[in-house]
Protein backbone atom coordinates (compact mmCIF):
# COMPACT_ATOMS: atom_id res chain seq x y z
CA UNK A 1 0.00 0.00 0.00
CA UNK A 2 1.84 3.82 -1.12
CA UNK A 3 0.04 5.63 2.22
CA UNK A 4 0.24 8.71 0.31
CA UNK A 5 -2.41 7.58 -2.25
CA UNK A 6 -4.87 6.61 -0.22
CA UNK A 7 -8.03 8.00 1.67
CA UNK A 8 -8.32 8.72 5.40
CA UNK A 9 -11.69 5.91 4.90
CA UNK A 10 -8.69 3.26 3.62
CA UNK A 11 -6.36 4.07 5.69
CA UNK A 12 -9.26 2.86 8.96
CA UNK A 13 -9.57 -0.19 6.74
CA UNK A 14 -6.22 -1.36 6.64
CA UNK A 15 -5.82 -0.62 10.21
CA UNK A 16 -8.93 -2.40 10.93
CA UNK A 17 -8.19 -5.46 8.72
CA UNK A 18 -4.54 -5.23 10.56
CA UNK A 19 -2.89 -4.60 6.59
CA UNK A 20 -0.99 -2.46 8.52
CA UNK A 21 -0.24 -1.85 12.45
CA UNK A 22 -0.94 1.47 13.86
CA UNK A 23 3.20 1.78 14.95
CA UNK A 24 4.18 0.62 11.04
CA UNK A 25 2.05 3.81 9.69
CA UNK A 26 3.38 5.99 12.17
CA UNK A 27 6.77 5.06 11.33
CA UNK A 28 5.99 5.07 7.62
CA UNK A 29 5.17 8.47 7.71
CA UNK A 30 7.82 9.66 10.32
CA UNK A 31 10.30 7.88 8.01
CA UNK A 32 9.02 10.33 5.22
CA UNK A 33 8.82 13.19 7.28
CA UNK A 34 12.59 12.43 7.73
CA UNK A 35 13.97 12.38 4.15
CA UNK A 36 11.58 14.99 2.70
CA UNK A 37 11.30 17.31 5.51
CA UNK A 38 14.40 18.79 5.38
CA UNK A 39 13.22 20.17 2.05
CA UNK A 40 9.68 21.41 2.44
CA UNK A 41 10.06 22.30 6.17
CA UNK A 42 6.57 21.89 7.31
CA UNK A 43 7.56 20.31 10.88
CA UNK A 44 8.68 22.99 13.67
CA UNK A 45 8.86 19.88 15.94
CA UNK A 46 8.45 16.32 14.98
CA UNK A 47 7.36 13.59 17.76
CA UNK A 48 8.60 10.72 16.85
CA UNK A 49 8.60 8.92 20.84
CA UNK A 50 4.76 10.43 21.58
CA UNK A 51 4.11 8.68 17.75
CA UNK A 52 5.61 5.46 19.18
CA UNK A 53 3.30 5.28 22.69
CA UNK A 54 0.41 6.57 20.94
CA UNK A 55 0.57 4.04 18.25
CA UNK A 56 1.12 0.86 20.54
CA UNK A 57 -2.61 2.39 22.38
CA UNK A 58 -4.03 2.59 19.54
CA UNK A 59 -3.28 -0.51 18.42
CA UNK A 60 -4.91 -1.88 21.30
CA UNK A 61 -8.23 0.01 21.04
CA UNK A 62 -7.82 -1.85 16.91
CA UNK A 63 -7.18 -5.44 18.60
CA UNK A 64 -10.07 -5.29 20.54
CA UNK A 65 -12.41 -3.83 18.02
CA UNK A 66 -12.71 -0.57 19.91
CA UNK A 67 -11.20 1.50 17.03
CA UNK A 68 -13.26 5.23 16.30
CA UNK A 69 -12.39 6.67 12.39
CA UNK A 70 -8.95 7.90 13.61
CA UNK A 71 -7.80 5.29 15.95
CA UNK A 72 -4.17 4.95 15.31
CA UNK A 73 -4.39 7.25 12.44
CA UNK A 74 -1.31 9.69 12.45
CA UNK A 75 -2.17 13.80 11.95
CA UNK A 76 -0.51 17.18 12.07
CA UNK A 77 -1.20 19.77 14.14
CA UNK A 78 -0.72 23.53 13.46
CA UNK A 79 1.43 24.91 16.13
CA UNK A 80 -0.52 27.41 17.88
CA UNK A 81 -2.64 24.43 19.23
CA UNK A 82 -1.67 23.64 22.75
CA UNK A 83 -0.80 19.66 23.27
CA UNK A 84 0.33 19.37 26.69
CA UNK A 85 4.12 18.56 27.66
CA UNK A 86 5.21 19.42 23.75
CA UNK A 87 6.70 22.55 22.49
CA UNK A 88 3.80 24.53 21.30
CA UNK A 89 5.62 27.96 19.67
CA UNK A 90 3.10 30.02 16.88
CA UNK A 91 6.67 29.87 15.20
CA UNK A 92 7.53 32.58 16.87
CA UNK A 93 10.82 32.89 19.54
CA UNK A 94 8.68 34.83 22.01
CA UNK A 95 7.12 31.48 22.65
CA UNK A 96 10.42 28.98 21.47
CA UNK A 97 10.54 27.05 24.27
CA UNK A 98 6.87 27.14 25.82
CA UNK A 99 6.08 23.91 26.97
CA UNK A 100 2.19 23.78 27.47
CA UNK A 101 1.01 22.59 30.67
CA UNK A 102 -2.86 21.06 29.22
CA UNK A 103 -4.60 20.44 26.22
CA UNK A 104 -6.40 22.30 23.80
CA UNK A 105 -10.12 20.70 23.51
CA UNK A 106 -9.16 19.88 19.68
CA UNK A 107 -6.47 17.64 21.34
CA UNK A 108 -8.15 16.20 23.90
CA UNK A 109 -10.68 15.19 21.49
CA UNK A 110 -8.41 13.44 19.18
CA UNK A 111 -7.14 12.01 21.84
CA UNK A 112 -10.29 10.40 22.77
CA UNK A 113 -10.23 8.49 19.60
CA UNK A 114 -6.76 7.42 19.66
CA UNK A 115 -5.34 9.38 17.22
CA UNK A 116 -1.53 9.51 16.46
CA UNK A 117 0.36 13.42 16.54
CA UNK A 118 3.04 13.05 14.09
CA UNK A 119 4.88 16.30 14.90
CA UNK A 120 3.66 20.41 15.17
CA UNK A 121 3.56 22.22 11.65
CA UNK A 122 5.32 25.87 10.85
CA UNK A 123 2.98 28.69 10.34
CA UNK A 124 3.20 32.47 10.27
CA UNK A 125 4.52 33.66 13.33
CA UNK A 126 1.02 33.92 15.65
CA UNK A 127 -0.89 33.23 12.25
CA UNK A 128 -0.09 36.88 11.43
CA UNK A 129 0.70 35.87 7.26
CA UNK A 130 -0.01 34.18 4.06
CA UNK A 131 3.31 32.84 3.11
CA UNK A 132 4.52 31.06 6.59
CA UNK A 133 8.03 32.98 5.79
CA UNK A 134 7.43 35.24 8.85
CA UNK A 135 7.99 31.94 10.49
CA UNK A 136 10.93 32.85 13.23
CA UNK A 137 11.79 29.17 12.38
CA UNK A 138 10.77 26.42 9.95
CA UNK A 139 9.89 28.87 6.59
CA UNK A 140 7.25 26.31 4.93
CA UNK A 141 8.58 26.04 0.89
CA UNK A 142 5.73 24.98 -1.64
CA UNK A 143 5.65 20.96 -2.28
CA UNK A 144 4.85 22.17 -5.88
CA UNK A 145 7.73 24.01 -6.35
CA UNK A 146 10.42 24.50 -3.21
CA UNK A 147 10.93 28.05 -4.34
CA UNK A 148 7.40 29.04 -3.97
CA UNK A 149 6.04 29.69 -0.83
CA UNK A 150 2.87 27.19 0.57
CA UNK A 151 0.90 29.58 1.59
CA UNK A 152 -0.12 30.79 5.01
CA UNK A 153 -0.45 30.74 8.05
CA UNK A 154 -1.24 27.24 7.93
CA UNK A 155 1.50 26.36 5.33
CA UNK A 156 2.93 23.76 7.18
CA UNK A 157 -0.29 21.84 7.82
CA UNK A 158 -1.21 22.23 4.27
CA UNK A 159 2.82 21.61 2.90
CA UNK A 160 2.49 18.41 5.26
CA UNK A 161 -0.62 16.92 3.77
CA UNK A 162 0.24 17.96 -0.07
CA UNK A 163 3.67 16.37 0.55
CA UNK A 164 2.38 13.30 1.97
CA UNK A 165 4.23 13.57 5.23
CA UNK A 166 0.63 13.39 6.99
CA UNK A 167 -2.45 11.90 5.86
CA UNK A 168 -4.74 15.33 7.24
CA UNK A 169 -3.75 18.21 9.82
CA UNK A 170 -5.52 20.61 11.91
CA UNK A 171 -5.11 24.30 11.42
CA UNK A 172 -6.41 27.54 12.21
CA UNK A 173 -7.96 30.06 9.82
CA UNK A 174 -8.47 33.81 10.94
CA UNK A 175 -8.89 35.28 7.27
CA UNK A 176 -8.15 32.53 5.08
CA UNK A 177 -5.40 30.92 6.74
CA UNK A 178 -6.83 27.32 6.40
CA UNK A 179 -8.00 27.87 3.08
CA UNK A 180 -5.08 29.74 0.98
CA UNK A 181 -2.22 27.48 2.01
CA UNK A 182 -4.68 24.72 1.06
CA UNK A 183 -5.34 26.27 -2.28
CA UNK A 184 -1.75 27.12 -3.06
CA UNK A 185 -0.52 23.81 -2.25
CA UNK A 186 -3.25 21.71 -3.83
CA UNK A 187 -5.17 20.38 -0.59
CA UNK A 188 -8.64 20.59 0.65
CA UNK A 189 -8.77 23.17 3.86
CA UNK A 190 -12.13 23.76 5.42
CA UNK A 191 -12.79 26.94 7.90
CA UNK A 192 -15.77 25.64 9.80
CA UNK A 193 -18.61 28.20 11.16
CA UNK A 194 -17.24 30.79 13.74
CA UNK A 195 -18.67 28.48 16.73
CA UNK A 196 -18.31 25.15 15.59
CA UNK A 197 -15.13 24.02 16.83
CA UNK A 198 -13.80 25.12 20.26
CA UNK A 199 -10.96 27.61 20.35
CA UNK A 200 -10.13 26.43 24.23
CA UNK A 201 -6.05 26.23 24.03
CA UNK A 202 -5.52 27.72 20.60
CA UNK A 203 -2.97 30.40 20.87
CA UNK A 204 -5.63 33.64 20.20
CA UNK A 205 -4.61 35.41 17.37
CA UNK A 206 -8.24 37.83 16.56
CA UNK A 207 -11.02 35.92 19.31
CA UNK A 208 -13.89 36.77 16.97
CA UNK A 209 -12.41 35.69 13.93
CA UNK A 210 -10.25 32.39 14.78
CA UNK A 211 -11.46 28.80 14.25
CA UNK A 212 -9.39 26.05 14.10
CA UNK A 213 -10.26 23.31 11.17
CA UNK A 214 -9.01 20.30 8.90
CA UNK A 215 -6.55 20.05 6.09
CA UNK A 216 -6.80 17.10 4.11
CA UNK A 217 -6.74 15.38 0.72
CA UNK A 218 -10.24 15.76 -0.14
CA UNK A 219 -13.73 17.32 1.49
CA UNK A 220 -15.00 13.62 2.54
CA UNK A 221 -11.29 13.04 4.97
CA UNK A 222 -11.60 17.20 5.87
CA UNK A 223 -15.52 15.97 6.94
CA UNK A 224 -13.70 12.97 9.17
CA UNK A 225 -11.25 15.34 11.03
CA UNK A 226 -14.58 17.83 11.77
CA UNK A 227 -16.27 15.14 13.36
CA UNK A 228 -14.07 14.62 15.36
CA UNK A 229 -13.32 17.74 16.87
CA UNK A 230 -16.67 19.87 16.88
CA UNK A 231 -19.10 20.33 19.39
CA UNK A 232 -19.84 22.43 22.10
CA UNK A 233 -17.02 23.23 25.34
CA UNK A 234 -17.59 24.43 28.26
CA UNK A 235 -14.64 26.51 28.21
CA UNK A 236 -15.03 28.33 25.46
CA UNK A 237 -17.88 30.59 25.35
CA UNK A 238 -18.26 31.42 21.95
CA UNK A 239 -18.52 27.61 20.99
CA UNK A 240 -21.94 27.10 19.90
CA UNK A 241 -24.74 24.62 21.18
CA UNK A 242 -25.72 23.75 18.02
CA UNK A 243 -25.86 19.71 17.48
CA UNK A 244 -23.41 18.07 15.77
CA UNK A 245 -24.53 16.28 13.06
CA UNK A 246 -22.42 13.52 10.75
CA UNK A 247 -21.02 16.50 8.15
CA UNK A 248 -20.05 13.70 6.21
CA UNK A 249 -24.13 12.41 5.74
CA UNK A 250 -24.56 14.44 2.86
CA UNK A 251 -22.04 12.63 0.45
CA UNK A 252 -23.38 11.66 -2.93
CA UNK A 253 -26.50 13.35 -2.71
CA UNK A 254 -27.30 15.01 -6.17
CA UNK A 255 -26.42 18.52 -6.17
CA UNK A 256 -29.19 18.50 -8.94
CA UNK A 257 -31.06 21.80 -8.33
CA UNK A 258 -28.56 22.94 -5.91
CA UNK A 259 -27.76 27.07 -6.74
CA UNK A 260 -24.76 28.38 -6.74
CA UNK A 261 -24.17 32.48 -6.34
CA UNK A 262 -21.23 33.96 -7.84
CA UNK A 263 -20.62 37.10 -6.44
CA UNK A 264 -19.14 39.54 -9.88
CA UNK A 265 -16.49 41.22 -7.32
CA UNK A 266 -14.66 38.12 -6.94
CA UNK A 267 -13.71 38.05 -10.75
CA UNK A 268 -12.16 41.73 -11.15
CA UNK A 269 -9.25 43.06 -12.20
CA UNK A 270 -7.76 42.27 -9.37
CA UNK A 271 -7.64 37.79 -9.95
CA UNK A 272 -5.46 36.63 -11.94
CA UNK A 273 -6.93 35.37 -15.28
CA UNK A 274 -5.77 31.73 -14.95
CA UNK A 275 -7.11 31.45 -11.78
CA UNK A 276 -10.80 33.27 -13.56
CA UNK A 277 -10.61 30.55 -15.82
CA UNK A 278 -10.06 27.77 -13.89
CA UNK A 279 -12.80 28.88 -10.95
CA UNK A 280 -15.47 29.41 -14.03
CA UNK A 281 -14.76 26.20 -15.64
CA UNK A 282 -15.54 24.32 -12.49
CA UNK A 283 -18.62 26.36 -12.26
CA UNK A 284 -19.26 25.14 -15.63
CA UNK A 285 -18.89 21.14 -14.26
CA UNK A 286 -21.44 21.84 -11.21
CA UNK A 287 -24.13 23.02 -14.04
CA UNK A 288 -23.43 19.87 -15.70
CA UNK A 289 -24.04 17.88 -12.77
CA UNK A 290 -27.36 19.65 -12.59
CA UNK A 291 -26.56 22.76 -10.58
CA UNK A 292 -28.35 26.26 -11.38
CA UNK A 293 -25.19 29.01 -10.94
CA UNK A 294 -26.72 32.48 -9.89
CA UNK A 295 -24.85 35.66 -10.84
CA UNK A 296 -24.42 38.21 -7.71
CA UNK A 297 -23.04 41.06 -6.33
CA UNK A 298 -21.07 41.72 -3.10
CA UNK A 299 -20.63 45.54 -3.39
CA UNK A 300 -18.46 45.89 0.28
CA UNK A 301 -15.59 43.69 -0.83
CA UNK A 302 -13.52 46.49 -1.73
CA UNK A 303 -13.42 47.61 2.20
CA UNK A 304 -13.22 44.11 3.22
CA UNK A 305 -9.70 44.06 3.58
CA UNK A 306 -9.07 47.45 5.39
CA UNK A 307 -12.59 46.06 7.84
CA UNK A 308 -10.30 42.86 8.40
CA UNK A 309 -6.98 44.46 9.00
CA UNK A 310 -8.34 46.67 11.88
CA UNK A 311 -10.77 44.40 13.25
CA UNK A 312 -8.25 41.70 13.50
CA UNK A 313 -5.56 43.75 14.44
CA UNK A 314 -7.30 45.70 17.58
CA UNK A 315 -7.93 41.95 18.59
CA UNK A 316 -4.56 40.70 18.45
CA UNK A 317 -3.30 43.79 19.81
CA UNK A 318 -4.94 42.88 23.45
CA UNK A 319 -4.59 39.68 22.89
CA UNK A 320 -0.52 39.67 22.52
CA UNK A 321 -0.18 42.20 25.46
CA UNK A 322 -0.61 38.75 27.72
CA UNK A 323 2.98 38.06 26.09
CA UNK A 324 5.30 40.40 28.82
CA UNK A 325 8.23 37.95 29.69
CA UNK A 326 6.62 37.38 33.07
CA UNK A 327 3.86 34.31 33.26
CA UNK A 328 5.72 32.61 29.85
CA UNK A 329 7.65 33.62 26.78
CA UNK A 330 11.01 35.13 26.08
CA UNK A 331 12.21 36.66 29.30
CA UNK A 332 14.44 39.62 28.44
CA UNK A 333 16.67 41.68 30.19
CA UNK A 334 16.17 45.19 31.95
CA UNK A 335 16.44 46.95 35.43
CA UNK A 336 13.31 48.00 36.14
CA UNK A 337 10.09 46.04 35.03
CA UNK A 338 9.23 48.35 32.05
CA UNK A 339 12.39 47.75 30.75
CA UNK A 340 12.24 44.11 30.91
CA UNK A 341 8.80 43.74 29.25
CA UNK A 342 10.44 46.31 26.43
CA UNK A 343 13.03 44.08 25.61
CA UNK A 344 11.27 40.99 26.13
CA UNK A 345 8.40 42.16 23.40
CA UNK A 346 11.37 43.95 21.18
CA UNK A 347 13.24 40.19 20.68
CA UNK A 348 10.63 38.20 21.13
CA UNK A 349 8.61 39.41 18.51
CA UNK A 350 9.09 39.71 14.46
CA UNK A 351 8.30 42.62 12.18
CA UNK A 352 4.97 41.62 11.05
CA UNK A 353 3.67 40.90 14.51
CA UNK A 354 5.03 44.45 16.21
CA UNK A 355 3.29 45.50 12.64
CA UNK A 356 -0.56 44.30 13.91
CA UNK A 357 0.26 45.56 17.09
CA UNK A 358 1.28 48.62 16.61
CA UNK A 359 -2.55 49.11 13.79
CA UNK A 360 -4.13 47.32 16.14
CA UNK A 361 -3.17 50.09 19.45
CA UNK A 362 -3.23 53.00 16.90
CA UNK A 363 -6.76 52.10 15.85
CA UNK A 364 -8.23 51.28 19.24
CA UNK A 365 -6.72 54.58 20.53
CA UNK A 366 -9.49 57.13 21.53
CA UNK A 367 -8.79 59.86 18.98
CA UNK A 368 -9.24 57.25 15.96
CA UNK A 369 -11.46 55.11 17.46
CA UNK A 370 -13.90 56.23 15.88
CA UNK A 371 -12.53 56.94 12.57
CA UNK A 372 -11.42 53.03 11.97
CA UNK A 373 -12.98 50.86 14.59
CA UNK A 374 -16.20 51.80 14.74
CA UNK A 375 -16.36 51.87 10.57
CA UNK A 376 -14.64 48.40 10.70
CA UNK A 377 -17.33 47.35 12.81
CA UNK A 378 -20.11 48.93 10.52
CA UNK A 379 -18.71 47.63 7.80
CA UNK A 380 -19.09 43.71 9.89
CA UNK A 381 -22.45 44.26 9.49
CA UNK A 382 -22.85 45.39 6.05
CA UNK A 383 -20.96 42.11 5.09
CA UNK A 384 -23.38 39.99 7.05
CA UNK A 385 -26.04 42.08 5.30
CA UNK A 386 -24.87 41.02 1.86
CA UNK A 387 -24.40 37.53 2.39
CA UNK A 388 -28.33 37.09 3.73
CA UNK A 389 -28.92 38.76 1.01
CA UNK A 390 -27.12 36.56 -1.27
CA UNK A 391 -28.25 33.57 0.53
CA UNK A 392 -31.76 34.45 0.04
CA UNK A 393 -31.76 33.07 -3.69
CA UNK A 394 -28.44 30.49 -3.31
CA UNK A 395 -27.37 27.85 -1.24
CA UNK A 396 -23.86 27.94 -1.59
CA UNK A 397 -21.50 30.66 -3.07
CA UNK A 398 -18.18 30.09 -5.04
CA UNK A 399 -15.21 32.12 -5.61
CA UNK A 400 -11.34 31.84 -6.52
CA UNK A 401 -9.29 31.38 -3.07
CA UNK A 402 -6.42 33.52 -3.83
CA UNK A 403 -6.08 35.87 -6.13
CA UNK A 404 -2.64 33.93 -7.62
CA UNK A 405 -1.13 30.96 -7.40
CA UNK A 406 1.38 30.34 -5.10
CA UNK A 407 4.20 33.55 -5.64
CA UNK A 408 8.33 32.97 -5.37
CA UNK A 409 10.35 33.22 -1.68
CA UNK A 410 11.07 36.73 -1.61
CA UNK A 411 8.34 38.08 -4.19
CA UNK A 412 5.24 39.08 -1.96
CA UNK A 413 5.85 38.24 1.68
CA UNK A 414 7.93 41.22 2.10
CA UNK A 415 5.46 44.17 1.02
CA UNK A 416 2.75 44.30 3.66
CA UNK A 417 0.21 45.69 2.10
CA UNK A 418 0.66 43.39 -1.04
CA UNK A 419 0.10 40.97 1.08
CA UNK A 420 -2.84 41.93 2.54
CA UNK A 421 -4.78 42.34 -0.05
CA UNK A 422 -4.23 38.80 -1.34
CA UNK A 423 -6.76 38.18 1.12
CA UNK A 424 -9.36 39.70 -0.26
CA UNK A 425 -11.25 36.35 -1.51
CA UNK A 426 -10.70 34.95 2.09
CA UNK A 427 -11.77 37.68 4.93
CA UNK A 428 -15.30 38.33 4.45
CA UNK A 429 -16.20 34.85 5.76
CA UNK A 430 -14.61 35.16 8.73
CA UNK A 431 -16.04 38.36 9.63
CA UNK A 432 -19.45 36.86 8.62
CA UNK A 433 -18.43 34.08 10.76
CA UNK A 434 -19.68 31.90 7.89
CA UNK A 435 -18.06 27.93 6.80
CA UNK A 436 -16.24 27.88 3.50
CA UNK A 437 -14.06 24.78 1.85
CA UNK A 438 -11.36 25.29 -0.74
CA UNK A 439 -10.07 22.66 -3.30
CA UNK A 440 -8.25 22.29 -5.91
CA UNK A 441 -9.69 23.14 -9.32
CA UNK A 442 -6.86 23.54 -11.84
CA UNK A 443 -3.25 24.15 -12.56
CA UNK A 444 -1.50 26.47 -13.82
CA UNK A 445 0.74 26.67 -17.43
CA UNK A 446 3.94 26.16 -14.42
CA UNK A 447 1.82 23.13 -12.81
CA UNK A 448 1.13 25.30 -9.78
CA UNK A 449 -2.40 24.39 -8.46
CA UNK A 450 -5.57 26.73 -8.38
CA UNK A 451 -8.11 26.30 -5.75
CA UNK A 452 -11.73 27.44 -5.31
CA UNK A 453 -13.64 28.30 -2.88
CA UNK A 454 -17.22 27.11 -1.50
CA UNK A 455 -19.07 29.30 1.19
CA UNK A 456 -22.08 28.34 2.69
CA UNK A 457 -25.22 29.06 5.43
CA UNK A 458 -23.82 29.10 8.82
CA UNK A 459 -23.18 25.88 10.15
CA UNK A 460 -24.02 23.91 7.00
CA UNK A 461 -21.04 22.40 6.56
CA UNK A 462 -22.42 19.26 5.45
CA UNK A 463 -23.89 21.07 2.34
CA UNK A 464 -20.11 22.70 1.71
CA UNK A 465 -18.88 19.11 2.40
CA UNK A 466 -21.39 17.72 -0.27
CA UNK A 467 -20.83 19.94 -3.08
CA UNK A 468 -16.97 19.77 -2.74
CA UNK A 469 -17.04 15.89 -3.19
CA UNK A 470 -19.09 16.41 -6.12
CA UNK A 471 -16.78 17.91 -7.93
CA UNK A 472 -13.54 15.92 -6.37
CA UNK A 473 -15.33 12.95 -7.54
CA UNK A 474 -14.33 13.85 -11.14
CA UNK A 475 -11.07 15.72 -10.74
CA UNK A 476 -7.96 14.66 -10.88
CA UNK A 477 -5.71 15.65 -8.37
CA UNK A 478 -2.09 16.15 -10.11
CA UNK A 479 0.87 14.88 -7.67
CA UNK A 480 3.84 16.82 -6.58
CA UNK A 481 7.40 15.44 -6.51
CA UNK A 482 7.19 14.08 -3.24
CA UNK A 483 4.57 11.66 -3.61
CA UNK A 484 4.69 10.82 -7.29
N1 LIG B 1 -3.39 36.34 5.90
C1 LIG B 1 -4.30 36.79 6.91
C2 LIG B 1 -3.55 37.60 7.93
O1 LIG B 1 -2.41 37.77 7.76
C3 LIG B 1 -5.01 35.63 7.53
C4 LIG B 1 -4.28 34.98 8.65
C5 LIG B 1 -5.05 33.90 9.31
O2 LIG B 1 -6.11 33.47 8.83
N2 LIG B 1 -4.57 33.46 10.46
O3 LIG B 1 -4.09 38.08 8.88
Known amino acids: M ?3 KVSLKELRKALDDKEISAAELAEE ?9 AEVESY ?15 QKLIDDNKAQPLTGIPLAIKDNICTDGIRTTCASKMLENFVPPYNATVIEKLNGQGYVLLGKTSMDEFAMGGSTQTAAFSKTKNPYDTGRVPGGSSGGSAAAVSAGLAPAALGSDTG ?67 PVEDFNAKIGQSIKGMKIALPREFFGDSTDDEVKQAVT ?14 DCSMSSLKYAVAAYYLISGAEAA ?19 FDEMIRDSRSRGFGAEVKRRILLGNYALSSGYYDAYYRKALALKQQIIKEYND ?64 LVGKRFDEATLIQTADAYQRNFTVMPNKFRA
Open 2 to 4: DIT
Open 29 to 37: YIGRIKTAD
Open 44 to 58: ITVTEEQAKIAAEQA
Open 176 to 242: GSIRQPSSFCGVTGLKPTYGRVSRYGLIAFASSLDQIGPIANSAEDCGILLNAVAGRDEHDATSAGV
Open 281 to 294: AAAKEYEKLGAELV
Open 318 to 336: SNLSRFDGIKYGLRGEGRS
Open 390 to 453: IYAQADVILTPTAPTVAYRIGEQETDPVKMYLADICTVTVNIASLPAISLPCGYNADGMPIGMS
